[in-house]
C-alpha cells in the first residue's frame, strides 16, 4: 500500500512535517551541536589555563632583574666564603704556612699528623693533630698569628703542661687540633649526593 502525505488530511500533513522538524532538531544537536559544544568547552579550559600561564610567565618577567640582583648577591657571598674557605690546593698551603708559624714562633713541631677528613655538605673538615714543644709566651704568639689568617683555621683540644725539667725555649708542652675548612667543588658535591652523602659529621676515608 503506497503511503503518500498528501494523501493525509491537512492537520496530519503538519503533524507528520513537524515530527520530521523535531527529528532533525534532535539529530542536528546530537550528532553536531552537543559535539561542538564539548570541543568549545575543551578549548576554552585550554585557553584559560594558558592566559594563566601566560600571567605567571608575564609575573616572573617583572621580578626578572629581582632574581639577577639575587645571583648577583648570592656570587658575591660565594666569593667571600672562598676567600675564608680555601679550596684544596689552597688549604695544603695554608697548612704548610701554619707549619711555618710555629717555627717563626719557636715551637717546635714534635708531631703533625693529619686525621680523617669530615665531609660536610658543602664543605670538608681538614684536621691534624699537632704536638708542640716551647713556652707559653711562643705558644701565645702562635695561636695569635694562627687567629690572624685571612682562612679559617680553628684551634682545639688544646691541652699544655708545664715539664718537669724546664729548659730554655722548652717549659711546656702542648697538643691541639688544627682545623681547615675546604669548600668543595660543584663536581664533588654532585657526585656525593649522587652517591648519598654521609651525615654530617660522618668521617670520610
Request: glycine share 6%; net charge positive; charged share 25%.
Amino acid at each position: 500500500m503506497e503511503l503518500s502525505l498528501t494523501k493525509l488530511p491537512w492537520y496530519a500533513q503538519v503533524g507528520a512535517f513537524v515530527a520530521l522538524a523535531i527529528g532533525g532538531m534532535g539529530a542536528f544537536y546530537y550528532y553536531v551541536e552537543q559535539p561542538i559544544r564539548v570541543d568549545m568547552t575543551s578549548r576554552n579550559t585550554q585557553l584559560t589555563a594558558l592566559r594563566t600561564d601566560i600571567s605567571k610567565g608575564y609575573e616572573t618577567a617583572k621580578r626578572l632583574p629581582e632574581f639577577r640582583s639575587q645571583v648577583t648577591e648570592l656570587e658575591g657571598r660565594l666569593e667571600s666564603l672562598k676567600s675564608v674557605l680555601p679550596d684544596a690546593k689552597d688549604a695544603a698551603d695554608l697548612l704548610r704556612r701554619m707549619q711555618t708559624v710555629a717555627t717563626q714562633s719557636n715551637l717546635t713541631i714534635k708531631s703533625f699528623k693529619p686525621a680523617p677528613t669530615v665531609t660536610k655538605q658543602l664543605h670538608a673538615e681538614w684536621p691534624i693533630n699537632l704536638e708542640l714543644d716551647g713556652t707559653y709566651h711562643n705558644l701565645a704568639t702562635f695561636l695569635d698569628r694562627v687567629g690572624k689568617f685571612t682562612r679559617i683555621i680553628n684551634i682545639s683540644g688544646l691541652d699544655v703542661k708545664g715539664k718537669d725539667k724546664p729548659e730554655n725555649n722548652s717549659t711546656i708542652s702542648a697538643t691541639c687540633v688544627a682545623t681547615t675548612f675546604v669548600l668543595l667543588d660543584k663536581a664533588a658535591v654532585a657526585a656525593a649526593a649522587k652517591k648519598g652523602a654521609k651525615p654530617a659529621g660522618g668521617k670520610g676515608a
